[in-house]
T-cell receptor, first 111, second 115 residues
Framework: GNSVTQMEGPVTLSEEAFLTINCTYTATGYPSLFWYVQYPGEGLQLLLKATKADDKGSNKGFEATYRKETTSFHLEKGSVQVSDSAVYFCALLNTGNQFYFGTGTSLTVIP | EPEVTQTPSHQVTQMGQEVILRCVPISNHLYFYWYRQILGQKVEFLVSFYNNEISEKSEIFDDQFSVERPDGSNFTLKIRSTKLEDSAMYFC?????????????FGNGTRLTVT
């Protein structure tokens, strides 16, 4: 089957700290992988994506690399800001064109 | 930037009542979706809609659920007789092309509380 598992939160970091949010997946076939972000009071927004193995998605200083050998798509940022406080969702899109989301990881960055 | 809007932001209803959750997708989008997230659980796919008909639905989307695009701009989710376990955040989404070819644009969600 298809599923996404991401690290449980909440995560609290100081400004300029390094961020990693782990995400692993199970899928049949070759899915595309995504990170969505939900800022307080808003809907989910696409943050970055990768469509095949070894692709790296990046946006706003965030990066994630599609690792087929470890079935992972961990989200990283070298130096977080207060404005990065949000809930982050890892997701996969399978070959049947259905999205599967993780539970979300809440990040709070304190000044 | 155009956005998907959902109303109301919070709906409280009694068990057994019908609710209609409303969404206005981005105007030139062709694919429409409903997802839900029960508190603390994963965001789950409910249904996708294209060309005025359901294209896919999950096991969650049983006979109590229906979707409609009544007037070319709104996209509604109706729950016929709500149960306590229907309490969740419901997200509407739309895309210009099929999922994966263009990003999903999500609304802010409607929090449904069934008492």
């Amino acid at each position: 089957g298809n599923s996404v598992t991401q690290m449980e939160g909440p995560v609290t970091l100081s400004e300029e700290a390094f961020l990693t949010i782990n995400c692993t997946y199970t899928a049949t076939g070759y899915p595309s992988l995504f990170w969505y972000v939900q800022y307080p009071g808003e809907g989910l927004q696409l943050l970055l994506k990768a469509t095949k193995a070894d692709d790296k998605g990046s946006n706003k200083g965030f990066e994630a690399t599609y690792r087929k050998e470890t079935t992972s798509f961990h989200l990283e940022k070298g130096s977080v800001q207060v404005s990065d406080s949000a809930v982050y969702f890892c997701a996969l899109l399978n070959t049947g064109n259905q999205f599967y989301f993780g539970t979300g990881t809440s990040l709070t960055v304190i000044p | 930037e155009p956005e998907v809007t959902q109303t109301p932001s919070h709906q409280v209803t009694q068990m057994g009542q019908e609710v209609i959750l409303r969404c206005v997708p981005i105007s030139n989008h062709l694919y429409f979706y409903w997802y839900r997230q029960i508190l603390g659980q994963k965001v789950e796919f409910l249904v996708s809609f294209y060309n005025n008909e359901i294209s896919e639905k999950s096991e969650i989307f049983d006979d109590q659920f229906s979707v409609e695009r009544p007037d070319g701009s709104n996209f509604t989710l109706k729950i016929r007789s709500t149960k306590l376990e229907d309490s969740a955040m419901y997200f509407c989404a739309s895309s210009g092309e099929s999922a994966g070819n263009s990003p999903l644009h999500f609304g802010n969600g409607t929090r449904l509380t069934v008492t």
